[in-house]
């Protein structure tokens, strides 16, 4: 079975530019999710899909993030413009399936810097 | 909302030494509860989880955990560490409808050779 897939895996930008976020999850799996993780934190929370529509994003800085999940497969996260501290690890997450437990797959994540 | 907390921020063991990391949730409902590792470099890898059933559960790589639900707790145990489980360790909740999947903040383990 094929994981979790996410592009790129680098990125490095300068301030006020704009940088996209890619993410494939498991064939099947209904509920999307994308992780921000700042080094020595755990990942925090940005926004959750189920099938295409948003669940939660409570935690996504709504000027400048945006994400989408169009047709409830692949999902798009874009951060216009950047800022420094946005410079962290975006992990993208699937779960559900036939077989669904809750269990997260996480994909190697997109790490970003920004100068 | 729900939230985590484990109790170390780092620890560090020698091969051969007993470990115990502590994960305490806040969340009055049902919950589900994971324990996920992070080795340097690598994505984020499941070691266990709890549903329900028996209260200890057993992982990969000879760790367990053990739901205490009248502490709200779900602290990971393996009985002799290796240099191989130095790695990011986080605790994870979410609750019975599926929604709120939250970490805590991790606890980064080294083990001396």
């Known amino acids: 079975e094929a994981g979790v897939a996410q592009s790129p895996r680098y990125k490095i930008i300068e301030k006020r530019q704009s940088v996209a976020f890619w993410c494939n999850p498991i064939s099947g799996h209904a509920t999307l999710y994308w992780y921000q993780q700042i080094l020595g934190q755990g990942p925090k929370l940005l926004i959750q899909?189920?099938?295409?529509?948003?669940?939660?994003d409570s935690q996504l800085p709504k000027d400048r993030f945006s994400a989408e999940r169009l047709k409830g497969v692949d999902s798009t996260l874009k951060i216009q413009p950047a800022k420094l501290e946005d410079s962290a690890v975006y992990l993208c997450?699937?779960?559900?399936?036939?077989?669904?437990?809750?269990?997260?797959?996480f994909g190697e994540g997109s790490r970003l810097t920004v100068l | 909302a729900q939230s985590v907390s484990q109790h170390n921020h780092h620890v560090i063991l020698s091969e051969a030494a007993s470990l115990e990391l502590g994960c305490n949730y806040s969340y009055g409902g049902t919950v589900n509860l994971f324990w996920y590792v992070q080795y340097p470099g690598q994505h984020l890898q499941l070691l266990l989880k709890?549903?329900?059933?028996?209260?200890l559960v057993k992982g990969i790589k000879g760790f367990e955990a053990e739901f205490i639900k009248s502490k709200f707790s779900f602290n990971l145990r393996k009985p002799s560490v290796q240099w191989s489980d130095t790695a990011e360790y986080f605790c994870a909740v979410i609750d019975n409808y599926g929604q709120n999947f939250v970490f805590g903040p991790g606890t980064r383990l080294s083990v001396l050779p």
């Open positions: 709890y549903f329900s059933g028996d209260p």
């Open positions: 997450a699937s779960s559900g399936g036939t077989d669904n437990t809750g269990e997260l797959f």
């Open positions: 899909f189920q099938n295409n529509g948003v669940v939660d």
